[in-house]
């Protein structure tokens, strides 16, 4: 037997699995509490889409998440990698901004909800801080790591040339850590997204996060599964947009 | 949707039924252990807890699980990991009740009555309701004090659109108001307490939106599989709720001196929150005047949680709400009745 290629194996996992759904849900096994069946999602889908939840309109939701991880995400990694840079070509730095990095890397970001309120306030600001918090660490540690990476043979090249420092940085040290930077990117966009809950804890009562929070409190588990769905897609959709970038703009990495 | 709801409990609860029927089910006299859900909190629950009362009332093993809010009391009696929830808001059981969830209504904890208030920031200006227009006003959603901020707004016209609604945990308002970001919080002590010493003043609305039908209370609901093999643990437990409630109506001072050490308060604090509930005793609870009453003639609080419950249908929080004689059936004061026979 040929084997199957990998797409059919995944079409064929995503049917199996809606079809235990239907097949759960439709034949009263389960209560809908628990477990919502395709339909209950669909018309859920269908009554947010029409009067939205809680005052705001859905798109309105969603639009205010996307807002909040976007510019979480540019701020965080623009930031982290700049300084990442400077880390890795300047050992002096990366003594200085290391032990903070290395510590904010994994601390969870419930754990300062509260302090980012008191010193921040209730409104955006908190929340992008949250995910532009979220977003630093791990690009600056990529970036700081690519510059380490580079081929030192590379750097003396270039010198024995005679190019100037700048022209160093700019035609060297810069694309060769280009790749590992933009995994670190892809890496932190993954991390704000997973954050984006967290952040919408906040103070309500905005953001798709926040809608499946409020939703889950009293069980209306059709519109958190409508919410996870939205979530999970669109999380897709950007890992992909961010994987496309990366390999046309480091199309040599890798080879 | 009613019908489809009504047969969907049905079927639960015939499920429930026969798999206590199934040959070979032994009843112990007493549970092993006890997962009760609850929150820390300035009441006389908290004598009874820590004198141990509520441990010789069940006659098991308590394993105490502080809870965020109602809703997770009924997430957990419905996993089955929780036997009895002790001070659930009345809110979040009407939703549970609606939703036909495993779990009995048997007793009540207090009326909160002025308890959880609206606080207005004093430089806010705040002095009628029209006054709230274009104010943020803060509050833990899907508690109590959401519904009656809800009910507020509703009774004097006022939309979300007029006024931002906020949802925050305690904690967080306590930091949003230190800052001045919220001119306006629906909440409880102790946040309410701290609110209050920093610049704020009560705009009273629990009267009027009592009157309204808006009545919010604590109560306490136990897990129908748990009630049915161990009746007489949940007897017990009532029971050493209702000597705490006695000897806190007899000797309010010393009743706050055991209370605030698990609370983790002052004495003269845990007092002063204790003054603004409502206790009822256990004796006028049985009454239809609270919780008794017959599903042909529901009794004064079965009405409170159908109201409460087409409140959160109206504002889409749960899907449906069934009709009074269900919140009645799933009131059940024989426990009452026996604790005080």
Redesign the interface.
């Known amino acids: 037997m040929r084997t199957l290629p990998a797409w059919t194996i995944t079409v064929l996992s995503v049917l199996l699995i809606t079809a235990a759904w239907v097949g759960v849900t439709s034949g009263?096994l389960v209560?809908d509490?628990?477990l919502p069946g395709p339909l209950d999602v669909w018309s859920g889908l269908m009554?947010l889409i029409d009067?939205g939840?809680?005052?705001r309109p859905l798109f309105l939701h969603v639009g205010m998440s996307l807002y909040r991880v976007g510019a979480g995400f540019v701020t965080g990694a623009l930031v982290g990698t700049a300084l990442g840079l400077g880390m890795g070509y300047m050992p002096k730095l990366n003594a200085l901004a290391a032990p903070f990095i290395e510590f904010l890397r994994p601390l969870p970001q419930l754990a300062y909800?509260?302090l980012l309120?008191?010193w921040l306030?209730?409104?955006e600001t908190s929340k992008i801080t949250m995910l532009f918090l979220a977003a630093l660490p791990v690009s600056a540690i990529a970036a700081r790591d690519g510059v380490a990476n580079v081929p030192p043979e590379r750097v003396r090249v270039a010198q024995a040339l005679g190019a100037s420092e700048w022209q160093i940085f700019r035609h060297v040290i810069f694309p060769s850590a280009l790749p590992e930077i933009l995994v670190g990117a892809r890496l932190a966009a993954g991390i704000v997204y997973g954050t984006l809950i967290a952040s919408e804890?906040?103070?309500?009562?905005s953001g798709i996060g926040?809608m499946v929070m409020?939703?889950g409190?009293?069980?209306?588990s059709?519109y958190v599964f409508v919410g996870i769905g939205m979530i999970g897609l669109a999380g897709i959709v950007i890992d992909q947009a961010l994987l496309f970038i990366e390999r046309r703009v480091v199309h040599w990495a890798g080879r | 949707m009613l019908n489809g709801f009504a047969t969907r409990r049905a079927a639960l609860l015939g499920a429930g039924a026969t798999a206590l029927t199934l040959p070979g089910h032994s009843r112990a006299a007493t549970p092993a252990t006890v997962n009760i859900g609850f929150f820390t909190e300035t009441k006389p629950t908290m004598l009874a807890k820590g004198d141990g009362w509520f441990e010789a009332g069940t006659g098991g093993k308590l394993n105490w699980t502080e809870m965020g809010s109602g809703a997770d009391i009924n997430a957990a009696i419905t996993a089955g990991s929780c036997d009895l929830g002790l001070s659930t808001g009345s809110a979040a059981t009407a939703a549970g009740i609606a939703q036909g969830l495993p779990f009995k209504l048997i007793g009540m904890v207090d009326n909160i009555g002025p308890a959880e208030e609206m606080t207005v920031r004093t430089a806010a200006g705040i002095k009628t309701p029209a006054d709230f227009k274009g104010k943020k006003v803060a509050t833990p959603f899907g508690s109590t004090s959401h519904f009656r901020l809800l009910g507020f707004l509703k009774t004097n016209g006022l939309t979300q659109r007029d006024v931002t609604v906020l949802d925050m945990k305690a904690a967080a308002i306590v930091a949003a108001w230190s800052r001045g970001e919220i001119d306006a919080a629906y909440v409880w002590a102790p946040a309410k307490s701290k609110i209050l010493a920093d610049g704020g003043t009560v705009f009273p609305t629990y009267e009027a939106l009592d009157k309204a039908g808006y009545v919010i209370a604590d109560l306490i609901v136990v897990r129908d599989g748990f009630a049915e093999q161990y009746p007489d643990a949940v007897t017990g437990f009532i029971k050493a709720y209702g000597r705490a409630l006695a000897m806190y109506l007899k000797d309010p001072n010393a009743t706050a001196d055991i209370v605030a050490k698990q609370a983790g308060v002052t004495p003269a604090v845990a007092l002063s929150d204790m003054k603004e509930y409502d206790f009822v005793p256990l004796a006028e609870q049985a009454t239809p005047a609270w919780l008794g009453g017959t599903p042909q003639d529901p009794g004064k609080f079965a009405h409170v949680l159908k109201g409460t419950a087409d409140f959160l249908v109206e504002q889409r929080s749960i899907k449906s709400a069934p009709a009074v004689d269900a919140f009645q059936k799933a009131t059940d004061t024989t426990y009452l009745k026996k604790a005080l026979a």
């Open positions: 009263g209560r509490l628990f009554e009067d939840y809680k005052g909800l509260i309120i008191i306030g209730i409104g804890i906040i103070a309500g009562s926040w409020d939703a409190r009293f069980l209306r059709d």
